[in-house]
């Protein structure tokens, strides 16, 4: 069975574009959590998608957003990035319901 | 919030010492527990969890029991190998008042563990 897939695994941008960031779930998986982990500040929990819809939102700036797609799958966009959003950013999935999140191997970003 | 401590690292071993990494919580409600290891350069692999109260993950080796009274769920392994070489990040689930989850992973702060040979 695959696990879930995240794209791509390096993104080097410069301060003030847009980055989008792609996941897959595991298949039959409905939910999708983002997570950031940048150095120094451990993981940081971002979003929460279920069914399509927004479920819970970590305490990240507006600019930080995403979606999910009618297959489950999610992208996460970040907008008027700041050097500071230099990260690795993990995508997990799970079953709708099941606390147990399995994780993606990250979409490491840079800021320049 | 809820929230997890984790024991200071980084955590130098020797082959086949027993291990131990302290993993404290605070949370409202009867969250799940978890134990990920991230190896270097990779993403989260789940090693273990325990749902409810005195419950005992185990996988590979490693052991935790969820301990209410205590709030606690310590990682222990009796003999680590070379290649248990990563960063250990203890977790929880956070739940509302009702028990329903909030989808939400809220991780310590992690600990590297370097064994040598």
């Known amino acids: 069975e695959a696990g879930v897939t995240q794209s791509p695994t390096h993104l080097i941008k410069t301060r003030g574009q847009q980055a989008t960031l792609r996941c897959s779930p595991i298949?039959?998986?409905?939910?999708v959590y983002w997570y950031q982990q940048a150095l120094g500040l451990g993981l940081q929990f971002l979003l929460w998608?279920?069914?399509?819809?927004?479920?819970n939102r970590g305490n990240f700036p507006p600019r930080f957003s995403g979606r999910q797609f009618p297959n489950y799958s999610s992208e996460l966009n970040v907008n008027a990035l700041e050097l500071e959003d230099s990260a690795l950013y993990l995508c997990?999935?799970?079953?709708?319901?099941?606390?147990?999140?399995?994780f993606g191997p990250g979409t490491r970003l840079l800021v320049l | 919030g809820d929230s997890v401590t984790q024991m200071e690292g980084p955590v130098t071993l020797s082959e086949e010492a027993f291990l131990t990494i302290n993993c404290t919580y605070t949370?409202?409600?009867?969250?799940?527990l978890f134990w990920y290891v991230q190896y270097p350069g990779e993403g989260l692999q789940l090693l273990l969890k325990?749902?409810?109260?005195?419950d005992k993950g185990s996988n590979k080796g490693f052991e935790a029991t969820y301990r209410k009274e205590t709030t606690s769920f310590h990682l222990e392994k009796g003999s680590v190998q070379v290649s248990d070489s990563a960063v250990y990040f203890c977790?929880?689930?956070?739940?509302?008042?009702?028990?329903?989850?909030?989808?939400?992973?809220?991780f310590g702060q992690g600990t590297i563990l370097t064994v040598h040979p």
């Open positions: 298949s039959g998986h409905t939910s």
């Open positions: 997990a999935s799970s079953w709708t319901g099941q606390e147990t999140q399995y």
């Open positions: 949370a409202t409600g009867y969250p799940s």
């Open positions: 325990a749902t409810k109260a005195d």
């Open positions: 998608y279920d069914e399509g819809e927004e479920r």
């Open positions: 977790a929880l689930t956070e739940l509302d008042a009702g028990g329903t989850s909030y989808g939400k992973l809220t």
